[in-house]
């Protein structure tokens, strides 16, 4: 009796540290549930038009719930605004969800970057990160790669980063390179490049940590591929993103924390 109370105490001693360890860090189905209230579609509105809402890409809720952040390119149309055509965010999942009115706040073209203000009510935000992630960290993403045809359904993707790379390459003849690239080549920055496949709709898209749900990048499905692809005859399906560090100084600039 004596020899299994001590065994049963030795066992207890070994075991302990583990029954008092903490609970594991959520996964990533707990991280989509976490981030994807504060995930919105971006797009245009007229109430005269047929459909009403035109979707143009995604972006993400910030600050204090009544910021969004999504590409430049995303927001760049000119609105008709004598019919009374304003920017949108539309919230919500499924077919049940708002369409609030928006204006543009503050524009990075060089980083592809803008900041919307929503007139309504906050929506819950994400938290950023700081820094660059390491080449190999595991990473996903949530948007609308392809519209909101049927409402609101955002969409997830995962993968890595595979690099962290210049927004611009040398190319090895100055004719294959134009005025955009010249200009990025002169004012170089790192990109994210993702092994994971993003589509038009994703522009704005928030890449984040699948652990902790804080946003890494944002998608560009476009600006960066013009840039760092037009030296290739048949562009990759590689995926790129604008590093977090980016829209942390958008918000200064705008006078938002982050």
């Not at 066992?11 to 549930?33: K, N």
């Amino acid at each position: 009796m004596i020899a299994v109370t001590r065994l049963f105490h030795l066992l207890l001693a070994c075991l302990g540290p583990l029954l008092a360890a903490p609970a594991a860090a959520a996964g990533l189905p707990d991280t989509i549930d976490a981030v994807r209230p504060g995930v919105v579609a971006i797009g245009t509105f007229q109430a005269t038009r047929r459909p009403p809402a035109n979707f143009l890409g995604t972006g993400f809720v910030v600050a204090n719930g009544q910021y969004v952040v999504t590409n430049a390119h995303v927001v760049a149309a000119t609105l008709d605004a004598a019919n009374r055509e304003f920017f949108a965010v539309f919230a919500g999942r499924g077919s049940e969800f708002a369409t609030r009115e928006a204006t543009k706040v503050e524009i990075d073209l060089e980083h592809d970057l803008a900041l919307l203000k929503i007139k309504a009510d906050p929506l819950p935000a994400l938290k950023l990160g700081s820094g660059l992630p390491r080449e190999g960290q595991e990473i996903a993403f949530t948007g609308f790669p392809i519209g909101v045809v049927l409402g609101l359904y955002p969409v997830t993707h995962r993968g890595i980063v595979s690099a962290v790379t210049p927004v611009a390459i040398p190319s090895p003849s100055a004719g294959q390179l134009d005025a955009n690239a010249i200009h990025r080549l002169g004012k170089p920055y790192d990109v994210l490049q993702l092994d994971a496949t993003a589509y038009p709709g994703n522009s704005g898209s928030p890449v984040y940590d699948p652990a902790s749900g804080r946003v890494v990048g944002v998608i560009n499905s476009v600006f960066v591929k013009e840039t760092k692809e037009n030296v290739l005859q048949k562009p990759s399906g590689i995926s790129y993103a604008i590093p977090v560090e980016h829209v942390r100084a958008l918000l200064r600039k705008a006078g938002v924390g982050g």
